[in-house]
């Protein structure tokens, strides 16, 4: 670059093209931001959880990405970690359950 060439671009639109996608990034993180303060952590969580599992879904199917081996492979190991994670959830909040009964009896 030399020093008296456009920061942004040689047209002047391409200025105006970097701003705007300033405003087209952040107007949906702060849509995003308002709607979680709306709705209960339970259902970000479980909205947060599956959001990578929807938007591959959604890159086969409706893009025609391709699923390769490579790919299955990371996706197996991505719901094998979730599930021993869900596991341990469920073996905690049992747990708990448990160990309240026995304190109130």
């Known amino acids: 670059r030399d020093p008296g060439d456009p920061l942004f671009g040689p047209e002047p639109y391409h200025f105006w093209l970097v701003l705007v996608s300033g405003a087209v ?3 949906p993180l ?4 308002e709607g979680a303060r709306r709705l209960p952590y339970s259902t970000i969580g479980i909205l947060q959880f599956i959001a990578p599992t929807i938007q591959f879904l959604m890159g086969v199917f409706l893009f025609g990405e391709i699923f390769t ?3 299955a492979f990371a996706f197996a190991c991505i719901w094998s970690a979730m599930a021993i994670y869900i596991y341990a ?13 026995k304190q109130r009896a």
Do not use: H, I
């Open 69 to 71: 081996p490579v790919r």
């Open 89 to 101: 959830l469920v073996r905690r909040a049992r747990k708990d359950r448990v160990s309240l009964v």
């Open 25 to 27: 990034t952040a107007v």
């Open 30 to 33: 702060l849509l995003f931001t």
